[in-house]
């Protein structure tokens, strides 16, 4: 038997462009999924016979990563699923790690790397953001260019990242969740139809490339006024790209009076917001009026981490 417990992330900022190679910052926070496996006479998942539809992540994993005999696969996730705070990730993340555990040969980097194929396939088109941060933990920098700390370097159909461990002071960030569940795959071809046909589309991805940057150096000075702002206004690039919701846009604007500064966190389209704030409190209660469910998450938590 072999468990693997592994982060949740939010993407600070830099989602969606981050798919066309553009620099993107995530957190892996302290809500975390389990995944343990254990040989067994066949292929089932909490239980159920393993399907498609229903464990496509878990199936894709298996199809990538295994080729010996049936396991049980028993997951227990601490992260709401489709919140757009890496469930997807964390299930693909701890099955593979859970698997190679099984076969004694853990490696850290061929886990993030099956992960990104794993979402690729499920989700038709995906960068490693989610994947990466899951798998390392901590703070993650996807550059278009290597750097300091670079922890492997992913390639797929032309497009290009560089993954770099992003030492980032820990916080406390408030997440709300709309309840609705953000699909993808669905709005990641949203944003790429929207670019393909637009030279306008390409320059609002290009300048969340840039926030993002400036970004990071707010992040490392601890310049929270700096980054908060930066954080709204990727917001409203995330907004033009369509990808933001009138849920999404009601818990944003019920928590920017109590906050430095606030966004949608992943595909959006429902899923999470996410606000920087010394008051989380106020700002917890200003999302539930509104009928969002808020979470303080913590930063900073480890990577995928392996037990027998
Ligand atoms: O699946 P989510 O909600 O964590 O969003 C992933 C972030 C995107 O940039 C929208 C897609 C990707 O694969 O990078």
């Known amino acids: 038997m072999v468990t693997a417990s592994a982060p949740g992330k939010l993407i600070l900022m830099g989602e969606h462009a981050v798919v066309f190679g553009q620099p993107a910052i995530a957190l892996a926070i302290d809500l975390r999924l389990i995944c343990t496996i254990v040989p067994s006479a066949s292929f089932s998942v909490n239980g159920e016979p393993l399907s498609?539809?229903?464990?496509?992540?878990?199936?894709?994993?298996?199809?990538?990563?295994?080729?010996?005999?049936?396991?049980?696969?028993?997951?227990?996730?601490?992260?709401?699923?489709?919140?757009?705070?890496?469930?997807?990730?964390?299930?693909?993340?701890?099955?593979?790690?859970?698997?190679?555990?099984?076969?004694?040969?853990?490696?850290e980097e061929v886990v993030a790397r099956n992960g990104f194929?794993?979402?690729?396939?499920?989700?038709?088109?995906?960068?490693?953001?989610?994947?990466?941060?899951?798998?390392?933990?901590?703070g993650i920098l996807i550059g278009n260019s290597p750097g300091p700390d670079l922890l492997w370097h992913i390639e797929k159909d032309e497009r290009e990242w560089y993954v770099h461990n992003c030492e980032v002071p820990e916080m406390d960030i408030v997440v709300g969740y709309t309840g609705i569940i953000g699909r993808t795959g669905p709005l990641v071809a949203?944003?790429?139809?929207?670019?393909?046909?637009?030279?306008?589309?390409?320059?609002?991805?290009?300048?969340?490339?840039?926030l993002t940057t400036e970004g990071?150096?707010?992040?490392?000075?601890?310049?929270?006024v700096g980054l908060g702002e930066l954080?709204?206004?990727?917001?409203?690039?995330?907004?033009?790209?369509?990808?933001?919701?009138?849920?999404?846009?009601?818990?944003?604007?019920?928590?920017?009076?109590?906050?430095?500064?606030a966004k949608l966190t992943g595909a959006g389209g429902g899923g999470s917001m996410i606000a920087l704030t010394d008051r989380p409190a106020d700002v917890?209660?200003?999302?539930?009026?509104?009928?969002?469910?808020?979470?303080?998450?913590?930063?900073?938590?480890?990577?995928?981490?392996?037990?027998?």
């Not at 878990?58 to 049980?72: E, H, K, N």
């Not at 150096?217 to 601890?222: E, K, Q, Y």
């Not at 990727?234 to 500064?261: D, F, M």
């Not at 009026?289 to 981490?305: I, L, S």
Request: aromatic letters at 4%.
């Open 52 to 107: 498609d539809r229903q464990h496509s992540y878990v199936l894709a994993a298996l199809r990538i990563a295994w080729d010996s005999s049936p396991v049980s696969i028993q997951i227990n996730s601490g992260l709401p699923s489709g919140s757009g705070l890496g469930s997807s990730a964390a299930v693909t993340v701890a099955t593979l790690a859970a698997l190679s555990g099984l076969n004694g040969d853990y490696e």
């Open 117 to 138: 194929e794993v979402e690729s396939v499920v989700q038709g088109r995906a960068s490693p953001i989610d994947t990466s941060t899951c798998t390392h933990g901590r």
């Open 190 to 210: 949203k944003v790429k139809r929207f670019a393909d046909r637009s030279r306008f589309g390409m320059e609002i991805i290009e300048e969340i490339g840039q």
């Open 216 to 224: 990071l150096r707010m992040l490392r000075t601890g310049d929270k």
């Open 231 to 261: 954080m709204t206004r990727n917001q409203k690039l995330l907004a033009i790209l369509g990808v933001s919701s009138p849920a999404l846009n009601k818990l944003i604007r019920a928590s920017l009076p109590h906050s430095y500064g």
């Open 284 to 308: 917890c209660e200003a999302i539930r009026k509104r009928g969002g469910v808020p979470y303080v998450v913590r930063t900073g938590a480890r990577g995928v981490t392996l037990s027998d």
